[in-house]
């Protein structure tokens, strides 16, 4: 079975250009998250997906990122301008029932903003 | 609001000492506990949730909800235990999970 993909692994960019990560969940996965790790700091959620539906956006920095999941099955973030402080980890994880459930983490998409 | 507390970021330990990772959480309602671990190029995965009840490689934690812990042991560590470990709680509306700041543990021959 494949786990959680997500593409790029490695993204450098210059501050204010945009970036759009994307992440396969697992094959049936209702549920997806996206967490980020600024360096130095925890994982933190960002939001979590059912199906094609944001249940909770909670953990959105601002309004310059931009979640979609459309037709519930891949996801893309997208960062619109980017700026420097956006720098850091970004996971995307699965689940087959809600964050109570195991939850199935890809490999993180590292993303440098210069 | 939710929170997880790992006071250690690293913990050094001989091969076949016990080790203990400490864990504290603040949170008003039931929560779930889990301990996920990252080896050295590896993701993110769970390694044990105290719902289970299970002895995961050894490793065992306790909800104390008393003392609102969930502490993970293993009585015997091994080399291969050399990894990132997170401690995380999911709330009752299970939308996300809040991790502590992760603790390294690394096994010395």
């Known amino acids: 079975e494949a786990g959680v993909t997500q593409f790029p692994s490695h993204s450098v960019i210059e501050k204010g250009q945009t970036v759009t990560l994307r992440c396969d969940p697992i094959s049936g996965h209702d549920n997806l998250y996206w967490y980020r790790r600024v360096m130095g700091k925890e994982i933190k959620f960002l939001l979590h997906?059912?199906?094609?539906?944001?249940?909770?956006e909670s953990g959105m920095p601002n309004n310059r990122f931009l979640a979609e999941r459309t037709g519930g099955t891949y996801s893309t973030l997208k960062v619109q301008p980017a700026e420097l402080e956006d720098s850091g980890v970004y996971f995307c994880a699965s689940s087959l029932r809600d964050a109570r459930d195991t939850q199935y983490f890809g490999p993180g998409t590292r993303l440098t903003v210069l | 609001a939710q929170r997880v507390t790992q006071p250690e970021k690293l913990l050094s330990v001989f091969k076949g000492a016990p080790v203990e990772l400490k864990c504290n959480y603040s949170?008003?309602?039931?929560?779930?506990l889990f301990w996920y671990v990252q080896y050295s190029r590896q993701r993110l995965q769970l390694l044990l949730r105290h719902i289970s009840r299970e002895s995961i490689k050894g490793f065992t934690a306790d909800l104390n909800k008393g003392e609102t812990s969930f502490h993970l042991k293993k009585p015997f560590a091994q080399e291969e235990d050399s990894a990132m470990y997170y401690c995380a709680l999911s709330d009752s509306a299970g939308n996300k999970l809040t991790f502590g700041g992760g603790t390294r543990v690394l096994v010395k021959p």
């Open positions: 949170y008003s309602g039931s929560p779930e």
């Open positions: 997906f059912v199906k094609e539906s944001k249940q909770d």
